[in-house]
């Protein structure tokens, strides 16, 4: 067993954990970050890697309760040094050490913005520079961000929902029920996407998603290159009809997550259509038609706006799949570090590069 799969099975108690760890543990913490939230007129959402994936999440749920948010990466606003002042910035970094991050804070303090933490490292840089910490206390994956990439998106739209005035104690219950579910489904899972002909080493992949599933899409475009060693291409589904259709034709893989409501008989058709010109076709999602598709991975129910926790597992089980399939060593990175600390070139020091 791959490391990378001991971290996916792990990965829903550990999400449990964090939840009670968010809401009840810390109550106080989360209720004060929600209020320096509240009362700023400006929100922006930041992270780097798969934190900015699960920024999407978070910006969409401030979105849906009426607080519009802008999601950008650390790296690019170090570029544009440019932030409105009095700004509720929400800094998402799982070990709270990336260069890009760390780099950041004398802007945000020239700006006076009010600096809300989600790591899982109270301890870290970005914890001691915040005016609010959420910590997940969770145990770090072994390389590949899993549980990681998870905890930050779902502590990120705790928050976002506590903004909305959310009661939390309401969704702890059918959150719970759905990852207890999917921690029984995960070796199913893994052995229908193993031994289904939707994996394939050499053929393009698309991801396609709308929503907070938006997050799972990238988040699983990054699994493909970090764990699977391969290339991938993630949009969201209406971005993907205005042009990039194009590229449909065999041997061509598509990933379409299904929104339990919103455009789902429309993204139906899609991929319909795309199986038609010859795209091999998963669908993701709750309660789908088994003729629908190529391969089907079903959903246990969730809140339709939780689905997102859920259903990036069926893709990290198949970026984990396709890596022993394809004699990858998804535990470990050739190239790239744990955390980035520096700047310029690949992120291996230069004498490993030579010898890799």
């Not at 699994?223 to 034709?249: C, D």
């Amino acid at each position: 067993m791959t490391k990378l799969f001991e971290d996916i099975l792990h990965q829903p108690g550990e999400l449990m954990k964090i939840f009670d760890t968010v809401v009840s543990n810390n109550n106080d913490k989360l209720h004060r970050a929600a209020r320096l939230v509240g009362a700023s007129k400006s929100i922006y959402v930041i992270g780097m890697g798969s934190s900015l994936h699960a920024g999407m999440a978070v910006v969409s749920f401030l979105n849906a309760y009426g607080r519009p948010a802008i999601l950008l990466d650390a790296s690019e606003l170090l570029m544009s040094q440019w932030l409105p002042d009095d700004a509720a910035v929400i800094l998402l970094s799982r070990s709270g050490q990336s260069k890009d991050v760390v780099d950041l804070f004398p802007l945000l303090r020239l700006h006076r913005a009010m600096i809300i933490a989600i790591t899982n490292d109270a301890a870290s840089p970005a914890a001691a520079a915040a005016d609010e910490i959420l910590a997940l206390e969770a145990e770090f994956d072994t390389n590949v961000s899993v549980t990681m990439y998870s905890g930050i998106a779902m502590a990120g739209c705790l928050l976002a929902a506590t903004v909305g005035r959310q009661q939390l104690a309401g969704i702890r219950d059918p959150l719970f029920r759905a990852l207890r579910k999917v921690e029984e489904l995960i070796p199913s899972w893994q052995d229908r996407i193993g031994k289904n002909h939707w994996l394939s080493e050499d053929a393009p992949y698309y991801f396609l998603a709308r929503g907070t599933s938006i997050a799972s899409c990238h988040e699983a475009r990054l699994l493909w290159e970090e764990a699977a060693k391969a290339g991938a291409t993630a949009l969201n589904t209406g971005g993907f009809r205005h042009g990039p259709q194009e590229i449909v034709r065999a041997p061509l893989r598509i990933a379409l997550w299904l929104d339990p409501s919103r455009l789902r008989s429309q993204d139906i058709e899609l991929a319909h259509d795309l199986r038609k010109f010859g795209a091999n076709v998963m669908l993701i999602g709750q309660e789908v038609d088994a003729s629908a598709a190529d391969l089907i991975i079903q959903l246990p129910s969730i809140p339709a706006p939780w689905q997102f926790l859920i259903d990036i597992v069926p893709m990290q089980i198949a970026a984990e799949c396709l890596a022993r399939a394809a004699g990858r060593d998804c535990d470990s990175f050739r190239l790239c570090s744990y955390v980035v600390l520096s700047e310029g070139g690949l992120t291996v020091g230069k004498k490993e590069l030579k010898a890799s």
